[in-house]
């Protein structure tokens, strides 16, 4: 794989002067701030609906989570086009194809654990797209772990808390009784009217590492490796097993793979760090967002990973960790992770299915705002009838 020369950027020169930066810049607050209010306001108009019916309620959240997956997907496909290149082992070959209209689409089952290595902040973004890709669409029903601080964001903090996402302050006698509360609603049976029990769908993406790759994460990663007296890794870093050994012995019954996403960008060389490259200036301004974001899953079933004592689990978490630093010297190496099976390369695809985060069609983003247009039409319509009304009456 060729190496970017010194002090240029992996994704090449910027495509936009200043003037159209800040154009760009513009636009693209514009367009994220407007729909992340809107969704927070359909949020805020159907919150009444947990004290009547938490079903309903539920179901109503997930409604607005898909609005702001299509707002991030429809994001990223106007102001940071990438090319995303998938590749898997056995165990999901059978699980993504390539669609007529060039999109990928999977059919990963509506309850699993996501785990994946955490290269850049964006990382959320484009494994969120995977649920939007799915079959049936999953960007509804994804919860994910993070920092506790991102809930004092304005606006999108109290939305993801509306999302029922888990936020960690990294201090296990705190975060322990909210994971317990938050993954108990996870794992609730239902019953339909007829007797029929079902899980809600579910998919909960957590990121081991604990945060992303960085000069002083992996400083720490590799103090952490010493410590401990472990083989330290390369390219990723060394993750901590309490919160997912938590998280799937509470699910355990409840969800049967675990899927593993090994993440790479292209152009960042070796020793470097995405979040250094990447930035949201470059990535949405300068028009230097990363050529490709390349994928490579497995799957694991739960069944078969060792919950019977977290010691063991913390082994078996960290070998797949060594398994993830192959592969990442694999695509440094080669600009390439290894070909899913051989039964993808007869289908024209070589072992690799590329495709960009983009939406179905190009106004499918206007969902976003369609309760919030009801609502608007709905009152609009009572306003003219009560003028009327009080005009008959005087």
């Not at 070589?350 to 608007?376: D, K, N, P, Y």
Request: net charge positive; aromatic share 14%; hydrophobic share 40%.
């Amino acid at each position: 794989m060729t190496q970017p020369a010194v002090g240029t950027h992996p994704s090449g020169k910027e495509k936009h002067g200043r003037l159209v930066q800040y154009l760009r810049g513009l636009s693209a607050a514009l367009f994220l701030i407007s729909g992340s209010i809107a969704v927070h306001l359909t949020q805020l108009i159907g919150a009444p609906l947990y004290w009547i019916n938490r079903d309903l309620f539920d179901a109503y959240m997930s409604h607005t989570k898909r609005s702001f997956g299509l707002l991030v997907t429809t994001l990223t496909h106007w102001w940071s086009p990438t090319t995303i290149r998938i590749s898997g082992d056995a165990s999901v070959a059978d699980q993504i194809r390539k669609t007529k209209d060039g999109r990928v689409e999977f059919t990963f089952p509506e309850r699993l654990v996501m785990i994946a290595n955490h290269q850049i902040y964006t990382d959320w973004l484009y494994l969120w797209w995977v649920g939007y890709a799915n079959s049936p669409g999953m960007h509804g029903y994804i919860y994910i772990i993070l920092k506790e601080s991102l809930k004092y964001i304005p606006v999108l903090g109290p939305g993801m808390m509306f999302y029922g996402f888990i936020f960690m302050s990294r201090k296990m006698a705190v975060d322990q009784p909210r994971m317990a509360h938050r993954l108990g609603k996870l794992k609730t049976v239902h019953t339909t009217p007829n007797g029929t029990k079902y899980l809600d769908p579910m998919w909960l993406l957590l990121f081991p590492e604990g945060t992303n790759a960085s000069r002083n994460g992996k400083v720490k990663s590799t103090q952490w490796a010493e410590k401990i007296g472990v083989k330290d890794t390369e390219h990723v870093l060394l993750p901590r097993s309490t919160g997912i050994y938590f998280c799937l012995t509470e699910l355990k019954g409840t969800v049967e793979f675990v899927y593993d996403c090994t993440v790479a960008y292209e152009g960042v060389p070796r020793g470097g760090f995405g979040e250094e490259m990447f930035t949201l200036a470059s990535t949405y301004l300068r028009g230097q967002p990363p050529k490709s974001v390349n994928f490579y899953w497995r799957r694991f079933r739960v069944s078969d990973i060792p919950l019977e004592d977290q010691e063991k689990f913390d082994v078996w978490l960290r070998e797949r960790w060594y398994e993830k630093d192959a592969l990442m010297e694999q695509y440094i190496t080669t600009g390439r992770f290894p070909p899913s099976p051989s039964d993808a390369v007869t289908k024209g695809h070589q072992g690799f299915l590329e495709t960009e985060v983009r939406a179905r069609s190009r106004f499918e983003f206007l969902q976003i705002f369609v309760v919030l247009g009801i609502v608007g039409l709905v009152q609009n319509l009572i306003s003219k009838m009560w003028h009327r009304l009080v005009n008959a009456v005087w």
